[in-house]
């Protein structure tokens, strides 16, 4: 049985719907040890057959049998296997990646192979000191003349020790002391036991081998033994695979590296739209914490407070149903992470305070709770049972001089409410001003005890109006305090309603996540720009690299490693650009909150590493996305026209 047989092969080609036949039934035997010339004219089908020996086109009529086992009905899978593990090329002009040194060309080869890096290099290293290319071993294709090239390739078709070498034209493009140092080299890969089958129009090549075969007009015209055939070698104990992720990766920083000006550049337009969405998120970030900052910096953010949720008319009309009870202060205690809930009474107008001659009517009045900081209070202290706290701008109402030296002096409170009957009563009580809060720190206020002591005074039913949730722990707890507050309802309605600056900053909050949202949107349209840009780049690269993809499958790449090729240049595209983005927002960072300190002394931009996390997310699956089209049409090429792309 020989090692590998031809059988009756047919193929033709069509233009149109007319047929032009090339081979016309081939029936030929080879073994390992042979050193096989297909000799004939150009157009004779020549080519043609060493593609179907090859495994690279499976387009034809017959059988091709390796070992006696049938290739005709092998999946694209197996024949990328076949080509990997049996079949090496070398090619006419030369074929090699122009992005990759002597080195890494042979290495190609060998990353489809499971010998560790090391013993790769050690491999390439050996096959190029072979074939004499030692000192060659860095240079770039670019940088060796003819032969040299062809070494280069003949190294790399020797690299995975594949049973089957497959020369065309081998020396076509060479001299005649190349050509002859060529031949020395194929003949002693077939003394070594291979199977050499080189595809040429020339006599003088032909006659160098063991066996010429004469092709003319896709028929076998002669089949001349010339010398006997070399011993067989041993089988091939090398296990191969296709090229692996980390491998495409190298070859496409390689190649990003090669075209570094060009890269840079396509780097630098897709940064632009992460830069400008980082940026928008790191300003809305600096924006609403300053916000938060000042308002907090006036109140407690923990503590939040809630009255009934009751109409405008309901209101006007002084109904009961503004009024909450202990059943919804037990329902508040009650809430996750809830500490104190305190009582508490607002009222506007109606409530007038005297010293002597002086008095001072109050617009608002509420009862003091910890809704207001303690650090507001400029000068003395918080109110007890009896006391009342006074804002700075009511103060300067009894001594516009120094309203400081209101505190110990004593003061008449009065307020008219309504009694059960609807009749009004007048609540009077003498206080002692207990401290002097800043004037935007609230209204003037006493506490809830000291008002009920009114009341019972004249037999009058206080009942509060809103009440202060204090929440314990950090300001993150507040919110979802706040979430199950709004959630009670009284039918479809809300029953409670959350007033004060913990609502305000919670609304303030969501508007600017609204318009930072609305903003990076905006800058987002760049990453549009940028993904078309990426996409119109990997469609060059795909044209650029169209013969080395062509090369990459006659070696055995598979059309997935093909697809991950591109989409390895789509990865580094996306990250090197999401990391340009990221140093840039942070320099502007650095200089926008430098003067942000001096002015409002608060860092105005706040770029998170959520932010950083994002655009760096964002910028790799924008690539990846505009590596789908690119990339699927890569894989889809066809090795033979690859390889014939000029």
Same mark, same amino acid.
């Not at 190349?178 to 089958?197: F, M, R, S, W, Y």
């Not at 969405?277 to 916000?291: A, D, E």
């Not at 990339?631 to 000029?646: F, H, N, Q």
């Given at each position: ?5 031809? #059988? ?35 157009? $004779? /089908? ?76 050690? #491999? ?31 190294? #790399? ?53 063991? #066996? ?15 010398? &006997? ?16 992720? /980390? ?41 609403? $914490? ?65 010293? /002597? ?66 009749? &009004? ?47 314990? $722990? ?81 070696? $055995? ?41 001096? /002015? ?29 089209? &690119? ?16």
């Amino acid at each position: 049985m020989s090692y590998l047989e031809l #059988r009756d092969i047919r193929k033709s080609y069509y233009l149109g719907n007319e047929e032009f036949k090339v081979l016309k039934g081939i029936n030929l035997n080879f073994d390992r040890g042979e050193f096989v010339s297909i000799l004939g004219e150009s157009g $004779g /089908g020549k080519s043609t057959l060493m593609n179907i020996i090859g495994g690279l086109d499976s387009n034809y009529e017959g059988d091709v049998l390796l070992k006696g086992e049938s290739l005709r009905h092998d999946t694209a899978k197996q024949l990328d296997a076949y080509r990997r593990q049996t079949i090496g090329f070398i090619f006419q002009n030369f074929n090699l990646i122009s992005h990759l040194t002597v080195l890494q060309n042979v290495m190609v080869s060998l990353e489809m192979t499971t010998l560790s890096h090391k013993e790769q290099e050690d #491999r390439a290293k050996e096959l190029l000191a072979k074939v004499g290319l030692t000192d060659h071993m860095k240079k770039f294709p670019n940088q060796l003349s003819g032969g040299q090239k062809q070494r280069v390739a003949i190294a #790399r078709a020797l690299a995975s020790d594949p049973e089957i070498i497959i020369a065309d034209e081998p020396t076509g493009a060479l001299d005649s002391e190349n050509t002859k140092e060529i031949l020395q080299l194929l003949d002693e890969i077939a003394a070594d036991g291979k199977l050499v089958i080189t595809v040429t129009h020339s006599q003088t090549v032909a006659d160098y081998g063991t #066996r010429i075969v004469r092709l003319a007009d896709g028929q076998i015209s002669e089949d001349t033994t010339l010398k &006997p055939a070399y011993p067989a070698a041993s089988d091939n104990e090398l296990t191969t695979h296709t090229l692996r992720f /980390g491998a495409t990766l190298k070859m496409a920083l390689d190649n990003m590296r090669y075209n570094f000006k060009r890269n840079l550049l396509i780097i630098i337009g897709a940064a632009i739209g992460i830069f400008s969405v980082i940026l928008m998120q790191g300003l809305g970030n600096g924006v609403q $914490g300053y916000i938060n900052h000042e308002i907090y910096s006036q109140i407690n953010p923990n503590a939040v407070q809630v009255a009934k949720n009751i109409s405008a008319d309901e209101l006007a009309d002084g109904s009961n149903k503004v009024n909450l009870t202990d059943k919804d202060q037990q329902r508040f205690e009650s809430i996750k992470n809830v500490k104190d809930v305190q009582k508490g009474y607002y009222v506007q107008g109606g409530t007038r305070l005297q010293r /002597g001659k002086k008095t001072a009517n109050l617009q608002i009045m509420q009862t003091y709770n910890d809704t207001i900081k303690k650090n507001s209070i400029k000068k003395g202290s918080a109110p007890k049972t009896g006391e009342i706290l006074l804002t700075k701008e009511n103060a300067q109402k009894f001594n516009k001089q120094d309203p400081n030296a209101m505190i110990g002096k004593k003061i008449v409170y009065t307020q008219t409410v309504m009694n059960s009957k609807k009749q &009004p009563v007048q609540l009077k009580k003498m206080l002692k001003v207990s401290g002097i809060a800043a004037a935007n720190s609230g209204a003037t206020s006493i506490t809830y005890d000291t008002l009920n002591q009114m009341y019972d005074a004249k037999n009058v039913k206080l009942a509060p109006n809103f009440m202060t949730v204090v929440i314990k $722990g950090n300001a993150k707890n507040v919110k979802p305090v706040q979430t199950q507050i709004k959630s009670y309802k009284t039918g479809k309605k809300a029953t409670y309603t959350i007033t004060g600056a913990g609502a305000i900053v919670d609304t303030l909050n969501t508007y600017i996540d609204l318009a930072v949202n609305v903003l990076a949107a905006i800058a987002g349209i760049s990453l549009l720009v940028s993904a078309i840009m990426i996409i119109v780049v990997l469609y060059i690269s795909v044209s650029e690299r169209t013969k080395e993809i062509g090369i990459l499958r006659a070696l $055995g790449a598979s059309k997935g490693s093909i697809r991950n090729l591109f989409f390895s240049e789509a990865f580094f595209i996306g990250l090197f650009s999401a990391i340009l983005a990221v140093v840039l927002a942070l320099l502007i960072q650095v200089g926008a909150n430098s003067l942000s300190q001096s /002015g409002i002394h608060y860092a105005i931009m706040q770029i998170s590493g959520g932010n950083i996390a994002f655009g760096v997310i964002i910028s790799i699956v924008i690539s990846l996305l505009a590596a789908l089209a &690119p990339a699927g049409r890569a894989a889809r090429l066809d090795p033979i026209e690859s390889l014939s792309y000029e």
